[in-house]
């Protein structure tokens, strides 16, 4: 069955880094587009990322391009999430997300993962 | 950008029907995802392009898209039905993913 595995989550001072990484397995990694979504405490959800299969097209939420990145390696099925210059409105859940049926970039997340805590705190 | 709009809150009975809506300029024309989230947990899909189920989501999820609004339909409301629900879009003027704010769904 599909299974995604964040890591990577933690304290962290504003202005700091963070790397998030996402296991993937039981799907055809390679050809799924995945996705970042993040949850401040008591708040909605927010998406973050997409990058498709290939590693080739990547979008981003306007408040964050320039501080995040998001990279994929599909030899070793794993997503990432780059985080620079951390601020305290960073803080939240952050889950990796799949189109786990090779749809397209409007396709629904099928999959969720079950979330990394990132606290940005000093 | 493009804006989902949600009721922040929706309550029925047990045995009821709930309708959760998402509005959106002219939110007819794209395809909306609908996810459930209970405490703790992390969101589950439960209708993908308008009105499709995932399998494994009984049949008393639907859903319905025309127009500006989206529509999640709940029938026969269970204990087990509360949670968070969101609609979710790809705009694609902007190339953004763009979630609604999120209906926390009570069973009385």
């Known amino acids: 069955q599909v299974q995604l595995v964040e890591s990577g989550g933690g304290l962290v001072k504003p202005g700091g880094s963070l790397r998030l990484s996402c296991a993937a397995s039981g799907f055809n990694f390679s050809d799924c587009f995945m996705t970042w979504v993040r949850q401040a405490p008591g708040k909605g959800l927010e998406w973050i990322s997409i990058i498709s299969g290939s590693g080739d097209s990547m979008y981003y939420r306007d408040s964050l391009k320039g501080r995040f990145t998001i990279s994929r390696d599909n030899a070793e099925n794993s997503l990432y999430l780059q985080m620079n210059s951390l601020r305290v409105e960073d803080t939240g859940v952050y889950y990796c997300t799949a189109a786990s049926d090779g749809g397209n970039i409007r396709s629904a997340f099928d999959s969720w993962g079950q979330g990394a805590l990132v606290t940005v705190s000093s | 950008s493009y804006v989902l709009t949600q009721s922040p809150s929706v309550s029925v009975a047990p045995g009821q029907t709930a309708r959760i809506t998402c509005g959106g300029n002219?939110?007819?024309?794209?395809?909306v995802h609908w996810y459930q989230q209970k405490p703790g947990q992390a969101p589950v899909l439960v209708v993908h392009d308008d009105s499709d189920r995932p399998s494994g989501i009984p049949e008393r999820f639907s859903g319905s898209n025309s127009g500006n609004t989206a529509t999640l339909t709940i029938s026969r409301v269970e204990a087990g039905d509360e949670a968070d629900y969101y609609c979710?879009?790809?705009?694609?003027?902007?190339?953004?993913?763009?979630f609604g704010g999120g209906t926390k769904l009570t069973v009385l």
């Open positions: 002219n939110i007819g024309s794209k395809s």
């Open positions: 979710q879009l790809w705009e694609s003027r902007s190339d953004k993913g763009v």
